[in-house]
T-cell receptor
């Protein structure tokens, strides 16, 4: 299973700051790139997703930026809040509807 | 809409013992997935079902792991015998089962397995 590389492993930001998490993928067959949010003791939940035919998708404070030529995509969380403190996973998916997940980023937003 | 249900939530066993996990997907969801999430890593797909048929089990360690979804609804994942390296959270997810890659997967809370 080809990898999705995610960085940083952990991230600490102040309330109101911008959180940025980066991912790079290898499999050019991926055509769906979701971000999942996971709180302790819970399963991952879909946060936002993008298809490679667009370069950016915004939903509220969350934005995905996508660079197809570089095979990279990133999640930006604007005006980060303590409630955003969680682990974030990027993933790549294709026609088989299987997801390959990154290793996760533990985000801590300080009050 | 009720979410994906899993039980038990926690399980502690000794190595070489057997263990089984149960999953009840969201009603009407045709596709069911089992993932293994080792501490500090992302979920790794073990097996994918479409209704009661296996779509992909290429990453399932078949010498010790087995899974079934007999009536196309609930599913069980079994490990026999367990090894220390099987300690992980086992996540079940389900999706509508459309052919689109954007078919959203909904995850259950997982079962945390500790093998001593």
């Amino acid at each position: 299973q080809q990898q999705v590389k995610q960085s940083p492993q952990s991230l600490i930001v102040q309330k109101g700051g911008i959180s940025i998490i980066n991912c790079a993928y290898e499999n050019t067959a991926f055509d769906y790139f979701p971000w999942y949010q996971q709180f302790p003791g819970k399963g991952p939940a879909l946060l936002i997703a993008i298809r490679p035919d667009v370069s950016e998708k915004k939903e509220g404070r969350f934005t995905i930026s996508f660079n197809k030529s570089a095979k990279q995509f990133s999640l930006h969380i604007m005006d980060s809040q303590p409630g955003d403190s969680a682990t974030y996973f990027c993933a790549g998916g294709g026609s088989a509807r299987q997801l390959t997940f990154g290793s996760g980023t533990q985000l801590t937003v300080l009050p | 809409e009720a979410g994906v249900a899993q039980s038990p939530r926690y399980k502690i066993i000794e190595k070489r013992q057997s263990v089984a996990f149960w999953c009840n997907p969201i009603s009407g969801h045709a596709t069911l997935y089992w993932y293994q999430q080792i501490l500090g890593q992302g979920p790794k797909l073990l097996i994918q079902f479409q209704n009661n048929g296996v779509v992909d089990d290429s990453q399932l360690p078949k010498d010790r792991f087995s899974a079934e979804r007999l009536k196309g609804v609930d599913s069980t994942l079994k490990i026999q015998p367990a090894k220390l390296e099987d300690s992980a959270v086992y996540l079940c997810a389900s999706s509508h089962g459309t052919l689109a890659s954007t078919d959203t997967q909904y995850f259950g809370p997982g079962t945390r397995l500790t093998v001593l």
